[in-house]
């Protein structure tokens, strides 16, 4: 290779850096992919975009790099040629055109505290969340596999959580890939589960590929936007979780309230990773005597219990200097973002918040913003800044949320009872007509025999 195209590397691999890997600035924004057209390999890649001369950038969304060809005769295309980018300087100043971002090549990881998500103060933070609950689905399965915790008395549990994110899951992908997953559960783990280690190993590394799938193949896994702390230890995961958590309470119909209660303890404490938030959270289910028989109710309890476990972290936090100085735990939701939710509030003597909680406000509230603003603004919002404007393998897939996704507008509780029935109808026909389709099978591989 020539010298002059080396040289190019470093230009590009500053910006790079600004986007993807363990200290990108900005992650998750913008993925950058290379391809050495001098290697046999990829030949017929570079030739279905029209490589003639080196550096050669493009720029547009991921999934029109897989399934598509280019060439510049093109009148309409997603993918565009970038025409001026020499230096590191000019490539990233045709990306804040792109974008009308002002990212710099001095921005450092954690550093710029204007680009975290002040989610107390602008209630249109949370439409970013979307793709932290996709993250966290596809983490939570990951821990699963990897810590095998899928056994005879637990599998079960699994089954009726994802029957849930099927019907209420806020992401189209992953509610498709949920299904997916239920489709083939019997496959992956037999309900006798007797299997020998060799292929228990087999199945895993199987489940593993599908992993990637469960909420969109082409998007880059392992950043966090909305549920990104001021320190790589803070928030993420626990966060994502509860985001997801409290979106599906407010989307459920209430015939499913009780069911759904069951659901989500029961997941927590077969597969949460760490023991003493788990048990912490068990007590609590424990704790609630009367069934649930609404959505309101069930939304209302989860929003208290999260705060009783912001109360306990908060202290926690404070003798141990761990908390996030960014993020520290607060009773939620402040009043800047929902004062009618507030009658009267106080600080005890040793400063603690004592909030007397309007709940005829406090449910709008969660339905609005868990429901409505997470699921139907996303697309008409955030995706419109990222995806609208194609990027070098834009950070997110245009089909992360989809305005037939199940709500629950006020009043409307019995309709999405009857949607929520029919994706659970579905999922359970679809179970069992895999069983009879392996059973039609055995039966004549018996008759042959």
Known sequence: RCPACRNYKPHYEKVAKLFNGPNAAHPGRILMARVDCASKVNVDLCSRFSVDHYPFLLWGPPPKFANTKWDRKQEKSDIKLIDDGRTAERLLMWINKQLESSFTLDDKKYENENMLPNSTSDPKQVVQAIYDVEEATAHALQIILEHKMIKADTRDSLIRFLQILVAHHPSKRCR???????????D?????????????SKLLESVAADNHKICGKEVPRGYWIFCRGSKSETR????????????LTVQIGDGESQSTFTSICDFIHNFFICEECRKHFYDMCSSVSVPFKSARDLSLWLWSTHNKVNERLMKE??????????????IWPPKALCP????????????????DWNEDEVFPFLVNYYGKTLVSSYKETYMESLQGRTQVGAALADDASSSHAARVPIGAAL??????????????????????RKYSYRLHSLKKI
């Open 236 to 247: 993420g995961f626990s966060c994502g979780l509860w985001v997801l958590l409290h979106s």
């Open 340 to 355: 009618s939710c507030y009658r009267s509030s106080s600080r005890t003597s040793d400063g603690a918040l004592q909030v």
């Open 176 to 186: 498709r890939g949920s299904a997916e997953l239920l489709i083939n559960f019997d």
């Open 415 to 436: 309709g999405v009872a009857a949607a929520s029935c029919t994706f659970g109808a579905l999922a359970c026909f679809w179970r069992t007509q895999q069983k009879n």
């Open 188 to 200: 992956h783990w037999p309900s006798n589960l007797s299997l020998s280690s060799q292929d228990s």
């Open 317 to 330: 936090e404070k003798d141990m200097g761990t908390g996030d100085p960014s993020f520290p735990k607060a």
